[in-house]
T-cell receptor, first 111, second 113 residues
């Protein structure tokens, strides 16, 4: 069935790069998303990538997609304390128009 | 452009009581979603509407949960009666169409005692 998996925690020092990884199972996914959730808030769309792309860069964010391995990553350059949050990977399955979310990766940024 | 609005932001009830949540999606968005997010987990889809019709409610516990979107705009989600395991954040999201990016509201945090 459809599944999205992420590691639960990541800790980095302020100024370092963060890399959050995600694997998914549905090869028919068309869009893959990264959402950010801060405490007490809803999910905020950070960026997304279409499945026929390998990479997308948006300011400090770089998304890499390896479709063969069904692996998605989010790199945050120059990580700041304000980046501390939970990051969710999600895939849109166009077969059922259903979005499947991972359990989220909690990013801790140490000053 | 205004985002997805939800109310209330917090609700505390006792088990077996009833509760209702309200969502106002982004103007013009035909698709509306209700998700349940249990602490430490990702959002789980409860129900998806396309205008005022239900597209997917396969994971909605229909013995106690109900939702409606009568005029194809606002939506309400009701739990009656609530159980302890219903304690979670209930997120509403909307998108232009079901194949488009979803935008989320701030959520309603429900605590069932």
């Amino acid at each position: 069935g459809e599944d999205v998996e992420q590691s639960l925690f990541l800790s980095v020092r302020e100024g370092d790069s963060s890399v959050i990884n995600c694997t998914y199972t549905d090869s028919s996914s068309t869009y893959l998303y990264w959402y950010k959730q801060e405490p007490g808030a809803g999910l905020q769309l950070l960026t997304y990538i279409f499945s026929n792309m390998d990479m997308k860069q948006d300011q400090r964010l770089t998304v890499l997609l390896n479709k063969k391995d069904k692996h998605l990553s989010l790199r945050i350059a120059d990580t700041q304390t304000g980046d501390s949050a939970i990051y969710f990977c999600a895939e849109l399955n166009t077969g059922g128009f259903k979005t499947i979310f991972g359990a989220g990766t909690r990013l801790f940024v140490k000053a | 452009e205004a985002g997805v609005a939800q109310s209330p932001r917090y609700k505390i009830i006792e088990k077996r009581q009833s509760v209702a949540f309200w969502c106002n999606p982004i103007s013009g968005h035909a698709t509306l979603y209700w998700y349940q997010q249990i602490l430490g987990q990702g959002p789980k889809l409860l129900i998806q509407f396309q205008n005022n019709g239900v597209v997917d409610d396969s994971q909605l516990p229909k013995d106690r949960f109900s939702a409606e979107r009568l005029k194809g705009v606002d939506s309400t989600l009701k739990i009656q009666p609530a159980k302890l395991e219903d304690s979670a954040v209930y997120l509403c999201a909307s998108s232009l169409a079901s194949s488009d990016t979803q935008y989320f509201g701030p959520g309603t945090r429900l605590t069932v005692l």
